[in-house]
Each structure stands twice: as structure tokens, then as C-alpha cells.
């Protein structure tokens, strides 16, 4: 997960949407995440990400699903 995770900032918006698409999937949440858009708008999407992923290795067991 943490590979998806330095994904979500490739150049590349097809990688970044792919990237997403596992993180979302891995972590059962859903996020406004827009591959398209520019950094500043994905920044905090991502950080939430990231932050997710660390509360989950904390438990050491898989979030529950948000909507």
C-alpha cells in the first residue's frame, strides 16, 4: 500500500487514478480523489489517505467502510 500511496503523486494522471483506484479498494473507503486535478486540489485527499493508511497499521487490522 504505501507504493499506492507515492502513486497518488505521479506525473502521470492515469497512474494517479490507478493508484486511487487500489488505495480506495485496500483501505474500503471511498475518497473525492480527482487524478486531474492539480496538486494543491489532491493534497489533502492524499493526506487523508496516508493518514488512514497509518491508523490501520495501528490497529493492525483493516478500517471500517466510510461513505
Not at 502521470?12 to 486511487?20: F, N, Y
Amino acid at each position: 500500500l504505501p507504493r499506492f500511496l507515492d502513486l497518488l503523486d505521479d506525473p502521470s494522471p492515469v497512474v494517479r487514478g490507478r493508484a486511487s483506484q487500489a488505495v480506495t479498494k485496500l483501505l474500503g473507503y471511498r475518497y473525492p480523489f480527482d487524478p486531474a486535478a492539480p496538486p494543491a486540489a489532491r493534497a489533502p485527499v492524499v493526506a487523508r489517505m496516508r493518514q488512514d493508511y497509518q491508523q490501520a497499521v495501528a490497529r493492525k487490522a483493516p478500517p471500517a467502510t466510510r461513505k
